[in-house]
C-alpha cells in the first residue's frame, strides 16, 4: 500500500521527530512511504483568519500535489479536517471541487488510517508509563475521528491510560485564536494543566501538534513534570518511558 506523508507545517518547523515516528509506525506495517516535497502548508490558518482567495490558491497547490497519492496520511487531526474543508471552497468551479473531493476521498489523520484503513489495533508498541490523552477540537468535531487513537493507546504494552477530566474542552490554541485572543487562551490552557494534573500522569498524548505545543508549553512554563507526547511518538515506542 502506498502512502504520501503531508507532515504539516508545526511538524516539519517543530516537531520533526513526529514524522520520522510516523514514518517508521507506516513502514513497519507495510506501507509504502513517500513525500512530496512540493507539499506546503494547508491552508488554515489563512481559511481561519477569514482569507478566502488565499486559501483557494493553497489549496489548489496541495491538490496538485497529492493528486497522485494513492493514500494521504497526516500526523494532525486539524490539518487533515482542513483538507476536508477543501470542497466548500469551490462551490462554484465544478471542476476543482470534483478534484478536491477526490482528495478527501483518500486523506486520514494517522491514527485514523491505522484503525480504519489498515484495520489494525496493536501496532506492538510498548511504554512503562501512567498517562493521559488529549482529545483535540478539531479531529473530535469537524474531522469526527474519536476513537482511533484510543484503540490504539489501549493496546500499548505497558501503559496506565487514565481519563482525562472534561477531556472535551478546548485546550486554547486554536490556531490563530491564541495569537488573537491571549489572555482567553491562557486560562482555557492553566484550566486544561489542571484536568491533567488531576490524573497524576507522567505523560500528555495528544494527535496535533498544536495542541501538545500549547499544552506542553505551558506546562514547562509552570514546571509541571509532565511530558508532552504525539500519538506517533507513543506507538513508535519500543520499551521503557525515556
Not at 57 to 64: C, F, L
Not at 189 to 200: A, C, S
Request: with cysteine.
Amino acid at each position: 500500500m502506498k502512502v504520501s506523508l503531508f507532515i504539516t507545517c508545526l511538524a516539519d518547523v517543530f516537531y520533526p521527530g513526529v514524522g520520522q515516528d510516523t514514518v517508521e509506525v507506516l513502514e513497519r506495517l507495510g506501507c509504502e512511504v513517500d513525500f512530496p516535497t512540493g507539499q506546503t502548508c494547508c491552508g488554515q490558518p489563512a481559511y481561519n483568519s477569514g482569507y478566502k482567495k488565499d486559501t483557494v490558491n493553497v489549496a489548489k497547490h496541495t491538490i496538485t500535489t497529492f493528486a497522485h497519492a494513492e493514500y494521504v496520511v497526516l500526523p494532525s487531526g486539524s490539518c487533515a479536517s482542513m483538507i476536508h474543508e477543501y470542497p466548500h471552497l469551490f462551490e462554484s468551479d465544478p471542476e476543482w471541487r470534483e478534484r478536491a473531493e477526490a482528495l478527501v476521498k483518500k486523506t486520514y489523520e494517522f491514527t485514523q488510517f491505522l484503525v480504519h484503513v489498515l484495520k489494525v489495533e496493536d501496532v506492538g508498541a510498548k511504554l512503562s508509563a501512567r498517562a493521559t490523552y488529549h482529545t483535540s477540537c478539531h479531529m473530535t468535531r469537524l474531522l469526527g475521528e474519536k476513537e482511533a487513537p484510543l484503540k490504539l493507546l489501549e493496546n500499548v504494552e505497558g501503559l496506565d491510560l487514565q481519563p482525562l477530566p472534561n477531556r472535551e474542552s478546548c485546550c486554547g490554541f486554536g490556531g490563530t485564536f491564541s495569537v488573537k485572543m491571549g489572555q482567553i487562551s491562557e486560562q482555557m490552557v492553566d484550566e486544561k494543566v489542571e484536568h491533567i494534573k488531576e490524573t497524576k500522569a507522567s505523560i500528555l498524548i495528544g494527535a496535533d501538534c498544536g495542541c501538545l505545543m500549547n499544552i506542553g508549553g505551558r506546562m514547562e512554563r509552570k514546571e509541571e513534570p509532565v511530558k508532552a507526547m504525539h500519538i506517533a511518538q507513543v506507538l513508535n515506542s519500543r520499551g521503557e518511558e525515556e
